[in-house]
């Protein structure tokens, strides 16, 4: 496996795309990513404990030789604990929340966790008691047009981000014939959560 194959594959499973990525880990921009893609660098220490330091359970030897696992626990996946309440009830500090269920789905195993989606905002691409499977993420790292689970002071949903002006998003429905656009101050959001992946119930 190439360098950019380990990192591409690290990329993957935390739910980033790769100019996300390079925010998360505090990059200005992603060139030095794309130059390992190109093959003109390898993974270099400094980068590999970059990486590690932000994500812990990143195998920082792995990362620069390619030897061993990925994980620093193996290739075990994480369950994945989702919780069945209302956003309305939605706290940030997830010891505070009892999981309904642990899940364990390989493919999104560096998701945080999932929830069960309300109503129709979102609908088709996410349609009403959908498992949303999300990953927290910084609000440097926010890629406009991704959709996000955003917690904020006064409300909590799952939209599109879009920006708006230096400290406004605008949050918008895919169902846009019912839902209006919601202009956020991004200093009133708690938590910003990537939504990574979608599991309807009835394949379930």
């Given at each position: 496996?190439?360098n950019?194959?380990?990192?591409?594959?690290?990329?993957?499973?935390l739910?980033?795309?790769v100019?996300s990525?390079a925010?998360e880990?505090?990059?200005?921009?992603?060139?030095?990513l794309?130059?390992?893609?190109?093959?003109?660098?390898a993974?270099?220490?400094n980068?590999a404990?970059t990486?590690?330091?932000?994500?812990?359970?990143i195998?920082?030897?792995?990362?620069?030789?390619?030897?061993?696992?990925?994980?620093?626990d193996g290739?075990?996946?994480?369950?994945?604990?989702?919780?069945?309440?209302?956003?309305?009830?939605f706290k940030?500090?997830?010891?505070?929340?009892?999981?309904?269920?642990?899940?364990?789905?390989?493919?999104?195993?560096?998701?945080?966790?999932?929830i069960?989606?309300?109503?129709?905002?979102?609908?088709?691409?996410?349609e009403?008691?959908?498992?949303?499977?999300?990953?927290?993420?910084?609000k440097?790292?926010?890629?406009?047009?991704?959709?996000?689970?955003i917690?904020?002071?006064?409300?909590?949903?799952i939209?599109?981000?879009?920006?708006?002006?230096?400290?406004?998003?605008?949050?918008?429905?895919?169902?846009s014939?019912?839902?209006?656009?919601?202009?956020?101050?991004?200093?009133?959001?708690?938590a910003?959560?990537?939504?990574?992946?979608?599991l309807?119930?009835?394949?379930?």
């Amino acid at each position: 496996m190439s360098n950019w194959e380990r990192l591409e594959k690290v990329i993957q499973y935390l739910g980033f795309n790769v100019n996300s990525f390079a925010k998360e880990i505090g990059l200005n921009r992603a060139e030095r990513l794309y130059q390992i893609k190109r093959g003109n660098y390898a993974i270099s220490k400094n980068l590999a404990g970059t990486i590690a330091s932000h994500f812990p359970d990143i195998n920082e030897a792995w990362l620069i030789t390619g030897e061993g696992n990925m994980l620093k626990d193996g290739d075990s996946y994480c369950k994945i604990p989702l919780f069945n309440i209302s956003l309305d009830d939605f706290k940030t500090d997830l010891s505070l929340m009892t999981p309904a269920h642990e899940l364990e789905i390989p493919i999104l195993s560096g998701s945080d966790f999932a929830i069960v989606n309300e109503g129709e905002a979102m609908s088709p691409e996410i349609e009403h008691a959908s498992i949303v499977f999300v990953k927290e993420v910084d609000k440097s790292a926010v890629i406009y047009g991704d959709i996000y689970l955003i917690i904020s002071e006064h409300i909590n949903l799952i939209r599109f981000v879009r920006g708006f002006d230096e400290v406004k998003w605008k949050l918008v429905a895919k169902n846009s014939v019912d839902y209006d656009d919601i202009f956020i101050d991004q200093r009133a959001v708690k938590a910003v959560y990537k939504v990574k992946g979608v599991l309807s119930m009835v394949t379930m």
